[in-house]
């Protein structure tokens, strides 16, 4: 009796296998279609365009105040020179620096934006796993090499739908 349970177990160890639903979905291809992505997209660029149009405002100091001082250069009093050439030195070093920071809130603002909209797509699949009943559901736009899309259901419209995408 004991033996024809563990043959029976045996038999019937395949078929749960196959009883498993795995899923997968193409995030990039959600992305690129959710207006907080498009929302975002603008957001940076108008972010970056505030940016350099503060930058090519401390430029435009910088080369008129050295302009004049290079024209005012050989009439200066000494002193009045090397207070002019600290001002310009403290403007490039201004320049610098702002340029900098700029690049990393740049950089932070887009982490964080990416980071909100990974957050929501996460969250989508896996309320679709838990209510499908999926074991796994794998994303394909992250470079899995090979998934057989035989025994494997492609949730991504599901997970748009989801998210009020078309």
């Given at each position: 009796m004991k033996k024809h349970l563990i043959i029976l177990a045996l038999m019937l160890a395949p078929l749960t296998v196959f009883a498993q639903k795995f899923g997968h979905v193409n995030s990039e291809n959600i992305i690129k279609v959710m207006p907080e992505w498009q929302q975002a997209q603008t957001d940076l660029q108008n972010?970056?365009?505030?940016?350099?149009?503060?930058l090519k405002r401390l430029e435009d100091e910088f080369t008129k105040k050295s302009e004049e001082y290079n024209a005012q250069q050989a009439t200066l009093p000494d002193q009045i020179k090397e207070r002019r050439e600290k001002e310009l030195q403290d403007l490039y070093t201004r320049m610098q620096q702002y340029y900098q920071e700029s690049q990393q809130k740049l950089q932070q603002a887009s982490v964080e934006k990416q980071q909100?909209?990974?957050?929501?797509?996460?969250?989508?699949?896996?309320?679709?796993?838990?209510?499908g009943g999926?074991?796994?559901?794998?994303?394909?736009?992250?470079?899995?090499?090979?998934?057989?899309?035989?025994?494997?259901?492609?949730?991504?419209?599901?997970?748009?739908?989801k998210l009020g995408i078309k």
């Open positions: 972010l970056q365009k505030q940016f350099e149009d503060d909100a909209i990974n957050e929501k797509i996460l969250k989508a699949i896996k309320e679709i796993g838990a209510e999926y074991l796994y559901i794998f994303d394909v736009s992250s470079g899995i090499p090979f998934i057989n899309e035989t025994i494997s259901v492609d949730v991504t419209d599901q997970v748009k739908a």
